[in-house]
């Protein structure tokens, strides 16, 4: 599964009638793809492979490796192309693989088609990451070095600060640079190193490169000046995160098409954040023409989030006629994804899910949700289980782990934020972090739609358990739930030990409510032993209610219709 959107401009090219039915369904789902045609099919792929990012062909593959074959010029530029057979059962990623975008766009044609995605790249067909699917620029030895991981071979990983990468084999592993080895090396750092046969880089988004200019600055003189002082520094410019200025230099032609040029954003501060920054070589000039002691120096420093207090200045204020540069290292920060996994159904799972889980080094959860994810995790991922009870110890887990600066996911079923695991741990994080929350679809919204549409109108969710929130404070919610008539979600409705609870809750409701309120029960959701179960305010039997279960009280309006809630929005629709 992938979350990634699909190229800006597909061409589609298909020979036959059926080519054309599906091709027409891919042109209806994406706006952006086109069928092209021309005299021959040979002409229209020749075509939709020159004008388009990426190719669907409906097309027999040895035709289409005979067509393109010529056309081969670079994997890094040339489109991706998949190729569909004509009965769709197979969506081939044949060029593109997974840096040129080739497999996402073969599973999202085969998603669309109901086919079956092929690929054959080495490390996704046995499930490692490649080393350019890690989300920065690589470079060196790549090929060899993802050779000797799949080989299992000894590759040394050799880190100049604690990056959160995702989880590596365990043949990768981290020693320090002057381990002496003359095997493989997979290096991360910003600096320029010499490479070899045996070694690759990574470059993580370390450098920020604080900008100041004068009106109308050419963009030659800034792209100069800024590749002179990395090179001087003997600092990659691919581990520039982003450029940084002054807020009055957001539209600085020459700064922007810079910023354009390398691939990053342009971030810029108003100056009084800038002023308040702490820089070596403060200047009253600048000052009194921006307000602010400081813009290429401050600007580094804050970066693309403004946390000046986790940066270094590495090159100071060097200046042209018309250009000022500076660049600040920022250090690594760990990740924490909070991750709703959803009701617990695959199906039901967001791919963004997936992905977080499979770019995660450390997976933290209770147990059996640990259990339904565990084919998804790649190998060499670190998993941290519990059992029931320790939401606190797994959300301490989880932000200590993201602190030391590894690339951490938290998961909850549902929706992380809902009852779930995203509030202990938000507690505990800080700004050394960063946070990622992965929506998910709650137990209500899964029961919602299992019962019909009773949450069509306003609606509360509240939680049963006292064993975090008093009783008396529960029972007020309630009571203001029934006084203002919402559709009521009850949560952790009834264990063993607090069996009176729920009644209690539906007594306050029917007073409120007509005996003949829809109130509906499901049980286990999306889950083997998916039970439904419908009654009234007056005749349900909370006996049947266990923590697996999520309780639905309609509001007065609620009614059924063809043996399903409804709760009307409203009002009517008019013709």
Known sequence: MTDQNPPARIGLVAATAAGRRHADILAAAWPHARLVERDTVAEALRAAWAGCDAVVAFLATGAVVRIVAPLLDDKRADPAVVVVDEAARHAVALLGGHAGGGNALAEQVAALLDARAVITTATDAVD?????????????????????????????LVADADWPLPALPPNVRATDEDTPDDGYRLLVTDRVVPTDGRTAVLRPPSLVAGVGASRGVPAAEVAELLHRVLAEAGLDPASLRCLASADIKADEEGIRRTADALGVPLVTWPATRLAAVDVPHPSEVVRAAVGTPSVAEAAALLGADGRAGDATLLVGKTATAMATVAVARHAPRGRLAVVGLGPGAADLRTPRAVT???????????????????????????????????????????VAEATAGRAVALIGSGDAGVYAMASPALEYADERIDVVGVPGVTAALAAGALLGAPLGHDHAYLSLSDLHTPWDVIERRVTAAAEGDFVTIFYNPRSRARDWQLGKALAILAGHRPPGTPVGVVRNA???????????????????????????????????????MVTPRGYRWRS
């Open 128 to 156: 490692l990451p490649g080393l350019d699917t890690l989300g920065w620029p690589v470079h060196g030895a790549v090929a060899a070095v993802s050779r000797a991981i799949l080989d299992g071979e000894p590759v040394r």
């Open 526 to 564: 999306s889950r083997p032993g998916e039970q439904v179960h419908l009654a009234t305010v007056a005749t349900l039997d909370p006996a049947i209610v266990d923590m697996y279960s999520v309780v639905v009280v309609g509001n007065s309006d609620t009614r059924l219709v063809a043996g399903r």
């Open 356 to 398: 977080e889980l499979r770019r995660a080094a450390v997976v933290v959860g209770l147990d059996q949700y640990l259990d339904q994810v565990r084919d998804v995790l790649r190998p060499g991922t670190r998993v941290l289980a519990s059992g029931l009870g320790a939401e606190e110890a797994r959300a301490r887990a989880a």
